[in-house]
């Protein structure tokens, strides 16, 4: 999350429960932490857990779903580049379909990697949304990020990263078949 003391948590019809901070969506159905916890505002804390807080404007969880439902996604992989100007860093990734890069927040993908050391991840480019499987795409997923936009000024540096990237990957392969 990166607003973890402006969260919302909610239940979908289907009965799966949501947590959202406008930016990432996890789903928390089973996670104990949040057992007994009502829909709505909340915050996360280290020393006390999920609680309760003052309202928020309730965001539009409808909204991410209405995206995600005909969205193209791709493969995508990390790389080793990030983007320092970015409050926060954000971090270059590659699809592996069209080798155009694209950008998460590198605080999401640490946390995300630490919790789900096998995670998958794939990535839309119109709507800049990463999606994340727990173990292989036939599994549902538990966790949508909204993208960050490449920097104006910086595309052409970050497509040529992107394509050098590729294309040693592409050599990395045909070398090994």
């Given at each position: 999350?990166?607003?973890?003391?402006?969260?919302?948590?909610?239940?979908?019809?289907?009965?799966?429960?949501?947590?959202?901070?406008?930016?990432?969506?996890?789903?928390?159905?089973?996670?104990?932490?949040?057992?007994?916890?009502?829909?709505?505002?909340?915050?996360?804390?280290?020393?006390?857990?999920?609680?309760?807080?003052?309202?928020?404007?309730?965001?539009?969880?409808?909204?991410?779903?209405?995206?995600?439902?005909?969205?193209?996604?791709?493969?995508?992989?990390?790389?080793?580049?990030?983007?320092?100007?970015?409050?926060?860093?954000?971090?270059?990734?590659?699809?592996?379909?069209?080798?155009?890069?694209?950008?998460?927040?590198?605080?999401?993908?640490?946390?995300?990697?630490?919790?789900?050391?096998?995670?998958?991840?794939?990535?839309?480019?119109?709507?800049h949304l990463f999606r994340?499987?727990?173990?292989?795409?036939?599994?549902?997923?538990?966790?949508?990020?909204?993208?960050?936009?490449?920097?104006?000024?910086?595309?052409?540096?970050?497509?040529?990263?992107?394509?050098?990237?590729?294309?040693?990957?592409?050599?990395?392969?045909?070398?090994?078949?």
């Open positions: 999350m990166y607003q973890p003391s402006q969260c919302w948590l909610s239940t979908e019809y289907s009965g799966d429960r949501w947590l959202t901070d406008k930016y990432v969506l996890l789903l928390v159905t089973d996670e104990e932490a949040f057992e007994g916890v009502d829909d709505g505002p909340c915050k996360l804390t280290v020393s006390n857990g999920v609680q309760s807080r003052d309202s928020i404007p309730e965001p539009d969880i409808e909204a991410w779903f209405q995206l995600l439902a005909d969205a193209l996604f791709h493969d995508v992989r990390p790389s080793e580049w990030s983007v320092a100007e970015h409050p926060g860093k954000a971090m270059l990734w590659v699809s592996q379909a069209d080798g155009r890069p694209c950008l998460l927040g590198e605080p999401t993908w640490t946390a995300i990697k630490r919790h789900y050391p096998g995670v998958r991840v794939d990535y839309e480019h119109e709507r994340f499987y727990a173990s292989d795409f036939h599994d549902a997923p538990f966790c949508y990020a909204a993208g960050i936009e490449i920097p104006t000024g910086q595309e052409g540096v970050a497509q040529a990263i992107a394509s050098a990237l590729n294309s040693t990957s592409n050599q990395e392969e045909s070398e090994g078949a």
